[in-house]
Nanobody
Framework: QVQLVESGGGLVHPGGSLTLSCTLS????????MGWYRQAPGKERELVAR???????DYADSVKGRFTISRGDIKTTVYLQMNSLKPEDTAVYYC????????????????WGQGTLVNVPS
């Protein structure tokens, strides 16, 4: 069973920094992408940052220049370095991954982490 385990959320004052970590467990054949989404109270879940197996990255406009996504030496781990945090960054952050469990094209997986709260009080 493929699972994602997140860590690193918490309370930080405006202008501060946090690093989120996410590790994929379970047997997989390939990971196409790993990334972070967030959902603030009363809002829809949105993409924050994503990194593909080839190393390409995408960022939400609201976090460009402040957040950096990176993969660990073991490609089943992804980090989100968040700097210059703002109150509007307050949300539950979810790790997300897509890939294949085996060589079969019918073995695609999509998995979400349980979420970790980032709170930046105003």
């Amino acid at each position: 069973q493929v699972q994602l385990v997140e860590s690193g959320g918490g309370l930080v004052h405006p202008g501060g920094s946090l690093t989120l970590s996410c590790t994929l467990s379970g047997s997989v054949y390939s990971i196409n992408a790993m990334g972070w989404y967030r959902q603030a109270p009363g809002k829809e879940r949105e993409l924050v940052a994503r990194v593909t197996s080839g190393g390409s990255t995408d960022y939400a406009d609201s976090v460009k220049g402040r957040f950096t996504i990176s993969r660990g030496d073991i490609k089943t781990t992804v980090y989100l370095q968040m700097n210059s945090l703002k109150p509007e960054d307050t949300a539950v952050y979810y790790c997300h991954s897509v890939g294949y469990v085996s060589q079969s094209t019918y073995s695609a997986f999509e998995v979400w982490g349980q979420g970790t709260l980032v709170n930046v009080p105003s």
